[in-house]
């Protein structure tokens, strides 16, 4: 998928009576390269590697470039920017969320079950983008308050309508207790993101590195956690308890 150099056309060509002639200089528009190459999608593929890398932190357009085996005028064609990848990086992972939160909603299970397989699919899907809340951070650190609105909703507003369609069913059957979906967001979020955001440092300070047995021990604690603190049966003070309110 991806190329290790640009082809380049020479500006001298010969005729076919051998003559030099001289080729008329490339107007603007799309870089020269292999018809075959994606540079699109090589820019797209490579900065999602060069992240994981890194641990989220931010990757030179050079070194992306670089990677990717093509030159920055590739970047300005497609996206206009460092910046534009960025986004069009964040957007592209999200979409692939967005379909199997839908088809999650629709079914007819169990809510507290929804969001057993929930909880599960969000900590693969940061394992997989381990940089994506730090990248949604940084896109969002910008003026551009159209930008922050069209982020918001292709993340935080997609979880918060599920939230609030789990918390309406499991109050309305009596298994879950109200509360604010806002609340559940930043509850579940925090608890799933935390371990890859934090990577470097869990991993420098006390050798922790996520693998299939954490992942499947993280998955099953934190499902206990939020099911248990959520539940209507736990909404009601054990007698005799003193509250810290």
């Not at 670089?66 to 497609?78: E, T």
């Not at 920017?81 to 909603?105: D, N, Y």
């Not at 499991?170 to 559940?184: F, K, N, Q, S, T």
């Not at 047995?213 to 005799?240: F, M, W, Y």
Request: with cysteine; aromatic share 6%; proline share 4%.
């Amino acid at each position: 998928m991806m190329a290790s150099t640009v082809k380049t056309k020479n500006a001298v060509t010969r005729g076919s009576a051998g003559r030099k002639t001289t080729k008329p200089a490339r107007g603007p528009g799309r870089p020269v390269s292999d018809h075959h190459f994606d540079g699109k999608e090589a820019l797209l593929t490579t900065a999602h590697q060069l992240l994981i890398e890194s641990h989220g932190l931010p990757v030179s357009m050079n070194y992306i470039c670089a990677r990717a085996g093509i030159n920055q005028a590739m970047v300005r064609y497609h996206f206009g920017g460092k910046h534009e990848l960025m986004v069009a990086l964040f957007e592209r992972v999200s979409s692939t969320w967005s379909g199997p939160v839908q088809e999650l909603l629709e079914l007819d299970i169990d809510p507290r079950k929804k969001l057993e397989i929930h909880i599960r699919e969000i900590i693969r899907n940061f394992r997989a983008y381990p940089y994506i809340s730090r990248l949604m951070t940084e896109l969002q650190l910008t003026g551009d308050k159209n930008l922050q609105k069209r982020l918001s909703n292709s993340f935080v507003d997609l979880l918060l309508k599920f939230y609030e369609h789990v918390l309406s069913e499991g109050a309305a059957l009596g298994v879950l207790r109200p509360i604010e979906p806002l609340h559940l967001f930043l509850s579940i979020v925090g608890l799933c993101d935390y371990i890859f955001a934090a990577q470097p440092m869990l991993e420098a300070g006390l050798g922790v590195k996520m693998n299939d047995e954490l992942e499947v021990s993280l998955i099953d604690h934190t499902t206990k956690l939020v099911l248990n603190g959520i539940s209507a049966a736990n909404s009601k003070r054990v007698p005799g308890t003193v509250s810290m309110m």
